[in-house]
Nanobody, 124 residues
């Protein structure tokens, strides 16, 4: 059974940085792990993904060049380094995991394993 626990959210000024963590258990090497976010009144959207077997990462266009997904395999922890934060990045951020071959990485409906979320608020 996959268990995911996010941490590291908070409030920052625009232009600031935050590093989110997702402590994982039960995740297999054939999985991918992704970060999603959901702002009030909006759909949950994929932010970035890491394919665990290959180490390949991919990102939503809105965060390319500002966000980076990485993993410490020894700690079974996924990270989301967020730089140059903008007010529009304000959302609840979630960690998710699934087998890489199931659907697309950016489709929230393809995931069954989610963390509880961590709030990120960016003030202008």
């Amino acid at each position: 059974q996959v268990r995911l626990v996010e941490s590291g959210g908070g409030s920052v000024q625009a232009g600031g940085s935050l590093n989110l963590s997702c402590a994982a258990s039960g995740v297999e090497r054939s999985f991918l792990m992704a970060w999603f976010r959901q702002a009030p009144g909006k759909e949950r959207e994929g932010v970035g993904v890491l394919y665990l077997a290959s180490g390949i990462a991919d990102y939503a266009d809105s965060v390319k060049g500002r966000f980076a997904v990485s993993r410490d395999s020894g700690k079974n922890t996924l990270y989301l380094q967020m730089n140059s934060l903008k007010p529009e990045d304000t959302a609840m951020y979630y960690c998710a995991a699934k087998p890489w071959y199931r659907g697309t990485w950016y489709s929230a409906s393809d995931y069954s394993a989610w963390g509880q979320g961590t709030q990120v608020t960016v003030a202008s």
